[in-house]
């Protein structure tokens, strides 16, 4: 699977966007992009995938640059909640289970 | 609707002793299973998978083993722990083909 690097810590203001990047400059092209994000001492939480268009859901925005190199994680409106380790994962499809590796993610802390 | 079982949440145990973890999934049939371990201020690290019963798939060899007794049962499980087996363990599901993976609460294991 390909590698993936994000920053390790981010800073937001309640309310505001959150834009979470992530590069995957090795990434081919049956690989998906997948965020997950881990609350401390909680379980991963599936947010969002894409292949190369860019996705919306009710939690996050997922914009795919043209290339696939890299990826941005939108939270529109940050919340308190909201703060948490964020998990930027490539990886291909599989046909039986999906094997996820995660790297160490961002720590995204969002501030009142 | 579909929930995930860990126990117990927390866990001491002396070095040499035996393990047993426990993961059950309820409200679905025969999903594909997985257990994770996370050391402190780090990312997952995926140790087993299994898409059926019987069926089990190591990714990194170390003096753990798990075992998938029933369809929606899974259970990680040592003869003999190390002080480097401490951490946050956790199981995880997914269906066929989808591309979550919902994780349970998770085991805090402290090997001293």
């Not at chain 1, 203001?13 to 997948?34: D, K, Q, W």
């Not at chain 2, 929930?3 to 993961?23: F, K």
């Amino acid at each position: 699977d390909a590698k993936t690097t994000q920053p390790p810590s981010m800073d937001c203001a309640e309310g505001r966007a959150a834009n979470l990047p992530c590069n995957h400059s090795t990434i081919s092209g049956n690989e998906y992009v997948y965020w997950y994000r881990q609350i401390h001492s909680q379980g991963p939480q599936y947010i969002i995938h894409g292949l190369k268009n860019n996705e919306t859901n009710e939690m996050a925005s997922l914009i795919i640059t043209e290339d696939r190199k890299s990826s941005t994680l939108i939270l529109p409106h940050a919340t308190l909640r909201d703060t948490a380790v964020y998990y930027c994962i490539v990886s291909p499809r599989q046909t039986s289970g999906s094997r996820l590796t995660f790297g160490e993610g961002t720590q995204l802390t969002v501030n009142p | 609707s579909q929930t995930i079982h860990q126990w117990p949440a927390t866990l001491v145990q002396p070095v040499g002793s035996p393990l047993s973890l426990e993961c059950t999934v309820e409200g679905t049939s025969n999903p594909n299973l997985y257990w994770y371990r996370q050391a402190a201020g780090r990312g997952l690290q995926l140790l087993f998978y299994s898409v059926g019963i019987g069926q089990i798939s190591s990714e990194v060899p170390q003096n753990l083993s798990a075992s998938r007794p029933q369809d929606r049962q899974f259970i990680l499980s040592s003869k003999k722990l190390l002080l480097s087996d401490s951490g946050f363990y956790l199981c995880a599901w997914s269906h066929g083909e989808s591309y979550e993976q919902y994780f349970g609460p998770g085991t805090r294991l402290t090997v001293t």
